[in-house]
């Protein structure tokens, strides 16, 4: 799957690409009902890619009369398990297939850089697929130990209507992290993808119906969060909502629920995650690797990058001249070169955001160790910023960008208090080469996933989302994932002499 092309076959690709921009309802490509539009753009080089249906409430309810409809039926959910297995295995063959036709539209999208969608997003995104389709035959229902009188049974069964709504910054990977388990489990799907980043979650949605995803049981609304994710939001006839997002955003869900039909929300947002560096972490190159890897891997726009070092005071001058010699491996430019790690930010919006964070090491008369130059609009060098303490802006609040602020500590109970001191809690990693303060300081930072001696999100079989305000209701990947998009139902059957007549008896 990483047999990444060069530059040339890549920008070969990109110019014959049609690319469409039809909202895709009941297994049909169609423009929104009122037949407004909205530019998608390459955020590399502000060249229009394509009009975009801007669909608004009319169009989310034609989805959701659609998806109920397949529900109610139950052209899929009815399907034996192992036959939504064979479909969705045929849906994840098609996207490998098509690997790097949605590599390239994924990197002129978002800016991505195209290596990275092709290496990372792609495998993971086909891997997520499979994982969940072939998990959905193996899972046993239970029976209660409720004694002879009675059996009672504990089945699940696939929630309903879900709507995913996503963000920009792996479109084809979140889609994959709720299309998955939700199309696995025989639920019908509506999914919203963020205004800046609508065309794989289109493609995605073509293959999956040219796979055997019946229509009606995944369908594509775009448009903009007002237009079309509040509607989702309050829609009575969507049984859940599965967000990825920021948290602002996230907490509009829980009040849509609350304001509707009391739907289920699952929310994976925000997340400030520390990387924990002790003076005795055993190898400083590779602590070095990992921190670099973690903090401008997809240019730091990612819910887990990590976005504060907190290192021991005696090792940082050590860490932070291997951590400058490493940032060297990670050229920034063109998204469809597969030589550069580094791409272009979303949007000239978000670029404007991330720089406004990056002018406060000036303003707060910071230590700039890295980086920092900023360019056409769009790019930002992976930028490292020493001095930071808990009062500053740098240190609180989610910058979503090629940002590392570096705060020191001086005994173990300094350091975890440095970690815990965030509304969020995501993710967080642990350098040391001591196993007993490993496991000690994984126990008391307050995060989803907490890695020892690397960066990273584990793997498929692993849950991911957030404690405090980085998360709520559940959790993306894994077996976890399965049970939010289903319900759990008791089945009693009495069995008692009363209602068991003679013959039986
Ligand atoms: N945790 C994560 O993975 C992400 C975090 N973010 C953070 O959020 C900041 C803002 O980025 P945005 O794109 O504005 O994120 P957002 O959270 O507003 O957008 C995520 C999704 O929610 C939808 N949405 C927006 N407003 C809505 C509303 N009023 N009702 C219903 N749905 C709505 C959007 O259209 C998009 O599909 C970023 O700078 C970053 O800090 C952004 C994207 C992903
Ligand atoms: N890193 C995957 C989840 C997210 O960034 O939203």
Redesign the pocket.
């Known amino acids: 799957m990483s047999d990444l092309l060069t530059a040339g076959e890549y920008r070969a690709i990109a110019e014959t690409m049609t690319l469409g921009g039809n909202a895709f309802i009941n297994g049909i490509a169609r423009p929104a009902i009122s037949g407004e539009t909205f530019p998608t753009v390459n955020p590399a080089t502000g060249a229009e890619l394509a009009h975009v249906a801007a669909c608004g409430r009319a169009d989310v309810d034609l989805a959701v009369q659609k998806a109920r409809d397949a529900f109610a039926d139950g052209r899929w959910r009815n399907q034996a398990p192992a036959e939504r297995k064979r479909v969705l295995i045929a849906f994840a063959k098609l996207v490998e297939q098509n690997r790097h036709e949605l590599a390239v539209l994924e990197s002129l999208d978002s800016g991505k850089p195209v290596a990275e969608c092709q290496t990372i997003d792609l495998p993971e995104t086909v891997n997520t697929i499979r994982w969940h389709a072939e998990l959905i035959d193996k899972i046993y229902d239970h029976t209660a130990p409720v004694g002879h009188a009675a059996m009672a049974l504990v089945v699940r069964e696939p929630i309903g209507v879900v709507g995913c709504?996503?963000?920009?910054?792996?479109p084809l990977l979140?889609m994959a992290w709720k299309i998955g388990p939700a199309l696995a489990a025989g639920c019908s799907v509506i999914v919203?993808?963020?205004?800046?980043t609508s065309l794989t979650a289109l493609r995605l949605a073509e293959l999956a119906f040219e796979a055997g995803v019946p229509a009606g049981v995944l369908n594509v609304v775009t448009g903009?969060?007002?237009e079309?994710?509040?509607p989702?939001?309050l829609h009575s006839g969507i049984d859940m909502v599965s967000?990825?997002?920021?948290t602002?955003?996230?907490k509009?869900?829980l009040r849509?629920a609350a304001d509707s039909n009391m739907k289920r929300v699952v929310l994976?947002?925000?997340?400030k995650n520390p990387a924990v560096v002790f003076d005795d972490a055993e190898d400083l190159d590779l602590v070095a690797e990992q921190v670099v890897l973690g903090a401008f891997w997809n240019m730091g726009?990612?819910?887990s990058a990590t976005s504060r070092l907190i290192v021991h005071e005696g090792v940082k001058d050590d860490l932070l001249r291997r951590i400058k010699a490493y940032m060297r491996e990670w050229r920034m430019g063109d998204p469809l070169d597969p030589t550069n790690r580094v791409g272009a930010l979303v949007s000239r919006e978000?670029f404007a955001?991330v720089k406004s964070y990056i002018d406060k090491i000036k303003d707060e008369k910071l230590d700039l160790i890295a980086g920092g130059k900023m360019e056409g609009g769009v790019y930002i060098e992976p930028t490292v910023v020493a001095g930071v303490t808990r009062e500053s802006v740098l240190f609180k609040e989610?910058?979503?960008g090629p940002l590392l602020t570096v705060t020191t500590f001086n005994s173990v109970s300094e350091a975890i208090a440095l970690a815990n001191d965030t509304t969020y809690g995501l993710a967080a990693s642990i350098y040391t080469g001591n196993l007993k303060k490993a496991l000690k300081a994984a126990r008391e930072i307050r995060a989803g996933t907490v890695t020892v001696n690397c960066f990273g999100e584990g793997d498929i079989t692993t849950p991911f989302g957030g404690f405090q305000e980085s998360g709520f209701g559940g959790r993306d990947k894994s077996i976890f994932a399965h049970d939010q998009y289903t319900e759990i139902k008791t089945i009693w059957i009495d069995i008692s002499d009363r209602s068991v007549d003679d013959t039986v008896r």
């Open positions: 709504v996503l963000p920009w910054n792996f979140m919203k993808p963020a205004e800046e903009g969060g007002p079309v994710g509040e989702i939001g967000f990825t997002g920021s602002a955003t996230g509009r869900f849509y994976e947002c925000g997340g726009e990612n819910c978000h955001k989610e910058v979503f």
